[in-house]
């Protein structure tokens, strides 16, 4: 099946640092991917949207500076938190797709970095 | 608005015992429906999806749903459950094209 990866899959970082999470789809091409965030004991809540080459859409409430998504290559995507607080310490879930031209195209979910901002 | 409701956030079957997991969509057009496990360190692995026809359907480690649209529901079971099957699940719909999900429910199974 299609794998993605996440790197790094935890990182502790001091307030008001950045972070870079990295997310690789390993054997398809991912036109779409999409980034989550997951509180403890609650759901994945989808943040934006990106598709390869263009600007990502956000949900609303998601502040598009704080949290900068570029997806520069087809299998490739990376989520910056900039001037990170402890509030953004959180589980961030990536998925990638591949668009095809049939009903549905699954996504693929990588396993997740946790991230702790002190 | 949207949404996915997943009542029961902790469920704790014996091994060997049946095994039933609540999902509710809100109404409206019928999504695409899924239901995804996750296991600690890992990523979100889909166990079976429902987009049309024959509303019982049949996924991976022996799992199947029911789809009822009286119900607006799409429960997961499971006839006999093993250790192994330990996890927390995920009931998801697709709107369009975002993916909402349930809360979740953790799963435990004494031996």
């Known amino acids: 099946g299609a794998v993605v990866s996440q790197h790094p899959s935890w990182v502790i970082c001091k307030s008001g640092t950045s972070v870079k999470i990295e997310c690789r789809s390993l054997?398809?091409?991912?036109?779409?991917m999409f980034w989550y965030r997951q509180f403890p004991k609650q759901s994945l809540m989808l943040m934006a949207t990106?598709?390869?080459?263009?600007?990502?859409?956000?949900e609303q409430g998601v502040e598009k500076d704080k949290f900068l998504i570029n997806h520069a290559s087809l299998t490739l995507s990376t989520l910056t938190v900039t001037s990170a607080h402890p509030e953004d310490s959180s589980f961030y879930i990536c998925s990638a797709r591949e668009d095809r031209p049939t009903d549905y195209n699954e996504q693929f979910f990588g396993p997740g970095t946790r991230l702790t901002v002190l | 608005a949207q949404s996915v409701t997943q009542p029961d956030i902790h469920i704790t079957v014996s091994e060997g015992a049946s095994l039933e997991l609540r999902c509710n969509y809100s109404?409206?057009?019928?999504?695409?429906l899924f239901w995804y496990v996750q296991s600690p360190g890992q990523g979100l692995q889909l166990l079976l999806k429902?987009?049309?026809?024959?509303?019982l359907v049949q996924g991976i480690k022996g799992f199947e749903a029911e789809f009822k649209r009286s119900q607006s529901s799409f429960n997961l079971r499971k006839p006999s459950v093993h250790w192994s099957d330990a996890a927390e699940y995920f009931c998801?719909?697709?709107?369009?094209?975002?993916?909402?999900f349930g809360a979740g429910t953790i799963l435990r199974v004494k031996s």
């Open positions: 990106s598709n390869e080459g263009s600007k990502a859409t956000y």
């Open positions: 998801a719909a697709l709107y369009g094209n975002k993916l909402v």
């Open positions: 429902y987009f049309s026809g024959d509303t």
């Open positions: 054997d398809f091409q991912a036109t779409t």
């Open positions: 109404y409206g057009a019928t999504p695409y």
